[in-house]
């Protein structure tokens, strides 16, 4: 516990020194009020990435595979001089094939992300901000391609994150920092038979020893925490960028100091106006998400024993992505 605390500060610590050290040193330059449009502003975008492997008397063996990825993206965004509200939907959804194995998932993500803000001073980078995040996925998860039990399903998990707090960027171009002292994370798992289990947190059923119910699993876990936020955007090349998010968050009254992570980072190379290649990580540990399962010889239920694991994500692919703005402008103005 007392080294998970001083992880945590350490982390706190590093997270206030790159607010303090003025990031506009490191080139990222201040917009001027005049340049920032005010008013809506929308994007929508949809995206499809392929990747295929076939084998023909290939002597070093092999599987023949092919994968997709379905992509969707809507952003809104309303600016005025003093405030503004920026939303986000993404949808991913991806899947596999291979020889002598059914169809399986390999990505799946529903996200909502809501952010409003109030500036406190003209002529400071710091604004007053609430923030709204909602996670989950469409389909049922599997532990192998092989299916057997769900591990997963849709709002099993869902994750939703309130809070209220300061970011550091309202004028610098693609860059924030965030720091939210009252951050509500409410975590659903609304299947019976994994809430039941304990999945992701919640409390678990309790049985008699004859294996029967007597109190099901709870669908709702609540915490209230810290919540740390860094986005950063950047063209590193021509038609070469850099998007990075990286969220810290450690509850309160649950293990206080245990810092959930979850890092994603992107390479986007675009190629033309509708070919793009796409580089991803993403890196997640949360202490509710336990990965090994034992059988419990009583209720023959399984059960969770082992702590939570580094998760890791890995994406590469090429594919179409399509501005519908464009389109439907294309279409109004012939």
């Known amino acids: 516990m007392q080294s998970c605390r001083l992880h945590f500060f350490a982390v706190l610590l590093a997270f206030s020194s790159a607010v303090i050290a003025q990031p506009d040193s490191l080139f990222f330059v201040k917009k001027k009020t005049k340049d920032i449009k005010l008013g809506w502003v929308t994007k929508k975008e949809v995206g499809l990435y392929l990747n295929q492997v076939s084998f023909t008397n290939w002597n070093a063996g092999g599987t023949n595979s092919i994968s997709a990825i379905l992509s969707g993206k809507a952003t809104a965004r309303y ?13 991913r959804y991806g899947l596999n094939k291979q020889d002598n194995l059914p169809l399986f998932k390999t990505e799946d993500v529903i996200e909502v992300i809501s952010n409003f803000g109030i500036e406190k001073n003209p002529t400071s980078n710091w604004f007053y901000s609430a923030r709204f995040n909602l996670n989950t996925q469409f389909a049922n998860g599997f532990s192998n391609p092989d299916g057997g ?22 004028h610098i171009e693609r860059l924030s920092f965030y720091a939210s002292p009252f951050t509500l994370k409410t975590t659903f798992v609304l299947d019976s038979e994994l809430a039941n289990k304990g999945f992701f947190g919640v409390d678990p059923a309790i049985y008699d020893l004859e294996g029967n119910i007597i109190k099901a699993g709870r669908k709702v876990r609540q915490e209230l925490g810290i919540l740390l936020t860094n986005q950063f955007e950047e063209d590193v090349f021509e038609n ?47 202490n509710d998400i336990k990965v090994e399962l034992q059988t419990n010889e009583i209720t023959n239920e399984e059960i969770v024993i082992k702590g939570a694991k580094l998760q890791w994500k890995q994406i590469l692919g090429v594919g179409v992505v399509i501005d519908l703005d464009n389109i439907i402008k294309a279409s109004t103005n012939p």
């Open 79 to 91: 600016k005025q001089e003093k405030l503004f509200w920026n939303s986000t939907l993404n949808l």
């Open 149 to 170: 039990d769900p591990i997963s399903k849709f709002l099993a998990p869902g994750y939703v994150f309130m809070g209220l707090g300061m970011e550091y960027g309202r």
């Open 240 to 286: 070469i960028k850099v998007n990075s998010l990286l969220r810290l968050y450690t509850d309160y009254i649950n293990s206080f100091g245990n810092v959930d992570l979850d890092w994603e980072l992107n390479v986007d190379m675009k190629v033309n106006r509708y070919v793009k290649a796409t580089l991803g990580s993403h890196l997640r540990y949360d």
